[in-house]
């Protein structure tokens, strides 16, 4: 016959044993993000210098797009397939490419554009691996942050349609400042869903951190460059 004692311990048992297995598998997550986000930017990063070495002309807003959304869309229909680590390299591979000729133009265009390049990786460097470390750290959970992220972010993917086809720099300028603030709080809320177990798929969350790092770093350029020029 089970006394409650007994069944207040066992049941105080499977909640560590589940705990445990939770913390487990989201740290597998988490190392598992980060290997494949390290090589996808490395990947990414290689493409961007050969574009740059072989002076490739940049695709275009409509063929970016198409590309990225498409390759997006692929990812997440195949995410739990052997074939979504190949579309993640196809997808930071293209993104790599589109990069090469803005790296280009920052280069031979803007004053003193390689520190300002410089300045731009090593502040999206420090900010990855700062928010990074705090959401491991305190395991807070972020999710507060969805709804303002998601409208946030299409409102300033639409005002920046806008201003590359009305050709405003002012505000292109304001939109970069606003995906900066943007991309350092996705950042903060994708690593904190997968310390806590939300996120149990690493190529989802390996492409929701390398999309932010991409941004991160453009929109610093643009803000940088736009103080030099």
Partial sequence: MDRPGD????????????AAATSSSAQRVLRNTYMLLSASLLWSAACAGGAMAYRLPGPGILLTLVGFYGLLFAIERL???????ALVFALTGFMGYTLGPVLSYYMRSVPDGGSVIMLAFGITGAA??????????????????????VVGSITAFLLGLVAIFFHMPGLS??????????SSGIILWQTGQIVNGGETNYVSATVTLYVSIYNLFVSLLRLLGGSRS
């Fill in 7 to 18: 069944r207040i311990v066992i049941e105080g048992s499977a909640t560590r044993v589940g």
């Fill in 79 to 85: 995410r739990n397939s052997a074939w979504s680590v």
């Fill in 128 to 149: 990855f691996l700062s928010l990074s470390a705090y959401a491991v750290t305190t395991r807070r959970d972020f999710s507060f942050m969805t709804s303002f992220l």
């Fill in 173 to 182: 300028l304001a939109v970069s400042g606003l995906f900066t603030l943007i």
